[in-house]
């Protein structure tokens, strides 16, 4: 009996591995111009992800960043957003699991070409007494991203650490230094995607 849920088993993965990969396709304006473009996410390998943007306009375009082994799966547009004070809307992708936080890679058109803005990290929950998250805010007056993390010390003792980022041409570049405080408990918007 063992030996034949043994063969059961391998029969279901070989079916999912024959499965057609799923893949996520969006429109939207990613390069400013005013026209739509196409986004597409799509599985690479067995656990990575792969993301394009075809530029519609003058003479198209198309550039893939692809995250091998992320160990993701779909969905992987956690949210795409305009959020950096230029035109076209930023990407938010799920790149990377690991037990303690979630990778989100933020994308950006720079020069008709897909980049690596940024990379964040999140883990809204408390269980496990750390904690992450960002939020989408004015930095110095400017367009940029706060990311949080939290570490418990005792109960109702939070080491709360806060680094700020402001968008320079369609990059996140660290802005200051890391400023650390003490609280009673990190706040819902501060360990989730706030953007
Ligand atoms: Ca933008």
């Given at each position: 009996m063992r030996r034949i849920s043994g063969a059961l088993l391998l029969a279901l993965a070989a079916l999912g591995l024959a499965a057609p990969a799923s893949a996520e396709r969006l429109q939207t304006d990613v390069d400013g111009d005013g026209a739509v473009d196409t986004v597409t996410a799509r599985a690479v390998g067995?656990?990575?992800?792969?993301?394009s943007a075809e530029l519609s306009g003058s003479g198209g375009a198309r550039s893939e960043q692809r995250f091998e082994n992320a160990f993701v799966y779909e969905p992987w547009l956690w949210r795409v957003r305009d959020v950096d004070g230029r035109a076209g809307a930023e990407l938010f992708?799920?790149?990377?699991?690991?037990?303690?936080y979630e990778t989100v890679t933020v994308m950006s058109v720079v020069g008709r070409?897909?980049?690596r803005s940024g990379r964040l990290i999140m883990n809204?929950?408390?269980?496990d007494y750390y904690a992450m998250g960002f939020r989408c805010r004015a930095v110095r007056g400017r367009p940029g991203i706060v990311?949080?993390?939290f570490a418990r010390q005792s109960p109702g003792h939070w080491k709360r650490r806060a680094r700020s980022y402001s968008w320079n041409d369609g990059r996140l570049v660290r802005v200051g230094p890391a400023r650390h405080s003490m609280i009673r408990y990190p706040p819902a918007r501060e360990r989730k995607l706030g953007c």
């Open positions: 067995d656990y990575g992800v792969g993301v992708v799920h790149t990377g699991h690991i037990t303690t070409r897909l980049v809204g929950g408390l269980a990311a949080y993390d």
